[in-house]
């Protein structure tokens, strides 16, 4: 295979010293400073919010995806199947599940496993969403919450009971219960 040589530009002396970059991000930097004390002087809205007093509640995004938490159906069923897909899509590897049997005499005994055990490690999770994309059965959702605080590690690891706690029920289809499936 035959090798190809690239010629590298030759660069002026302002270039070498990356003189006009510098000027330009100058230039975008007074822009930013110029317009925010002009935002101060004419008494226009605060450029800062003061967080514990102002919450970002009312200025969410749409699109904001906030932390993952499980949900029941109506019924106070689990959706989760424990298929535990969202442990394997989960990039940070912060979500843990066992899976358990339901009994044969439960009523609703027509699904094979639900989780035993459901962890996520809040201090792991990079709050990307893919498990809740992956979820067949609707059970995962993020919430819009960025205020999640614990005093130790430990309490950053959120169990089964915790999460279904926060997370609360949602009403709609849920593929396990569906008796097409």
């Not at 970059?21 to 100058?26: A, E, I, R, S």
């Not at 990079?126 to 979820?135: A, L, P, S, T």
Request: hydrophobic share 35%; aromatic share 8%.
């Amino acid at each position: 295979m035959a090798t190809i040589t690239v010629q590298r530009p030759k660069l002026a002396w302002h270039e070498k010293l990356f003189l006009s970059t510098l000027v330009k991000g100058l230039k975008i930097t007074m822009g930013h400073a110029i317009r925010t004390f002009r935002q101060i002087a004419g008494k226009k809205e605060k450029v800062t919010m003061e967080y514990p007093e102002q919450k970002w509640d009312e200025n969410l995004p749409e699109y904001y995806r906030g932390a993952p938490a499980l949900v029941t159906d109506e019924h106070g069923r689990e959706r989760c199947v424990s298929c535990q897909l969202c442990e394997f899509i989960c990039p940070p590897k912060a979500i843990k599940i066992t899976p358990g049997e339901i009994p044969s005499d439960d009523p609703w005994a027509k699904v094979e496993k639900r989780p035993k055990e459901f962890e996520i490690d809040m201090i792991r999770c990079i709050y990307c969403g893919m498990c809740e994309e992956v979820c067949p059965e609707q059970a995962i959702y993020l919430r819009k919450d960025y205020a999640i605080t614990g005093e130790s590690r430990a309490e950053m690891v959120h169990d089964k009971k915790r999460l279904y706690e926060i997370g609360g029920m949602r009403v709609g289809l849920v593929n396990k219960w569906n008796e097409l499936k």
